[in-house]
């Protein structure tokens, strides 16, 4: 019998082969391999999937934030918030247009940016409502849930701050009813081959609300030069998603649905099979993780301290490899103690530290048969009995 993988891109290649390569061999064909009509034809398909006025694709998720961040005038002097307990990009982004980024704590049974914590310190350290440096909140959907965007929402409203939603791992999620793509004022997401919908190689895109900052987008992210390709009407960068890898995207989205009901079909396995033993992920009534990955955490014991928790964590981690089951540690330490954020303005970031020390992620990938998961389900059980 097979072991789990942790990611299994050549089983999703065995059932989308023949679809894939006809997209190939049409961009192949055409001799069009920046823009045309595959990068297009992906554009339209994601803006109606997300429900928004426009999708603009880019080279990359970390140069889609980059280009949110831009396109709403952030720069030199202003801060921009966002969770600690997250990939670099976000953070490299808000330095990249010359901000101060602003570490904000979790809600740890979500993992994503705790919105009391954000109040709270908008509330403390923001002369009044629309003033001062603070110009925006970059909420991350971790692992796939999305974030509390009603909460954020209010919250962002009464400071006057734009909201910018990081689906690099939530695109095919859902809040409240309301696809991922349609929840904040921009929302980028990332195609790296990891991400629930992943192409080839590097990608992103951009979902905006308003036609206007979608045109302006498509200039940004080709040297900002005009529609009509007169003039760089502003400075603006080289980031644009080749046809080749919109034909891998395109494919893939034929059986993007049903791929995201397989993984509610594992989270819920999981859950079954652990929920008693660990931390298993929650999904609020009416919400839809895309389950970029499954993530655990210890059960909390109050007068552990963090160092005993990570070892303990560690301990159980390694129990598991050694039965055949893959497992990583994601965003372990958290980025504030990796040594170029360590001076970043922070808001104490106690439940982040607390997360980043008791979490651990598991085999998640729409490929997974249901031995696999069952193996990996006892892989841990006995693991956590050992212990």
Not at 99 to 118: K, T
Not at 140 to 165: M, Q, S
Not at 280 to 305: F, H, K, M, N
Not at 337 to 357: E, Q
Request: aromatic content about 6%; hydrophobic content about 40%.
């Amino acid at each position: 019998m097979s072991s789990a993988s942790f990611m299994d891109p050549a089983a999703q290649y065995r059932r989308i082969e023949h679809r894939l390569r006809c997209e190939m061999e049409e961009v192949l064909s055409s001799g069009t391999f920046i823009n045309g009509p595959k990068v297009e034809a992906l554009e339209q398909q994601l803006a109606e999937r997300a429900g928004v006025a426009r999708c603009v694709s880019c080279a990359s998720g970390s140069d889609a934030l980059v280009l949110a961040l831009q396109v709403l005038g952030i720069g030199a002097g202003d801060r921009v918030l966002c969770p600690a307990y997250t990939f670099a990009a976000t953070v490299e982004a808000i330095v990249r247009v010359g901000a101060q980024p602003v570490l904000i704590d979790i809600d740890p049974a979500s993992f994503n940016i705790d919105p009391r914590a954000l109040e709270a310190w908008l509330v403390t350290h923001a002369s009044s409502p629309g003033t001062g440096s603070v110009r925006a909140v970059i909420a991350v959907d971790l692992f796939g849930r999305p974030a509390d965007y009603a909460a954020l929402g209010r919250i962002t409203e009464r400071f006057g701050l734009h909201l910018v939603a990081d689906a690099a791992q939530s695109f095919g999620g859902d809040y409240n009813g309301r696809p991922v793509g349609s929840l904040a004022d921009i929302t980028i997401t990332s195609f790296y081959p990891s991400k629930p919908l992943g192409c080839y190689g590097d990608g992103g895109a951009l979902f905006v609300r308003d036609a206007g900052v979608g045109e302006r987008l498509r200039s940004l992210r080709n040297h900002g030069i005009s529609p009509d390709h007169a003039c760089h009407e502003e400075i603006g960068m080289c980031s644009r998603l080749d046809a080749l890898q919109a034909g891998v995207l395109l494919a893939r989205l034929t059986v993007f649905d049903e791929e995201l009901t397989r993984r509610d079909e594992i989270a819920r396995a999981y859950r079954e099979g652990l929920g008693t033993l660990l931390v298993t992920p929650d999904v609020p009534a009416g919400c839809r993780s895309a389950w970029a990955q499954y993530t655990v955490r210890l059960p909390d014991i109050p007068e552990e301290d963090n160092v005993a928790l990570e070892t303990r964590r560690n301990a159980l981690v390694a129990a598991v490899r050694e039965q055949g089951v893959p497992v990583r540690c994601y965003y372990s330490p958290a980025l504030h103690r990796h040594p170029p954020y360590r001076s970043m303005m922070h808001d104490g970031l106690i439940r982040t530290d607390r997360v980043a020390a008791a979490a651990f992620s598991l085999p998640m990938h729409p490929y997974l048969e249901d031995h696999h998961v069952e193996q990996v389900c006892q892989a841990v059980r006995d693991a956590c009995h050992e212990r």
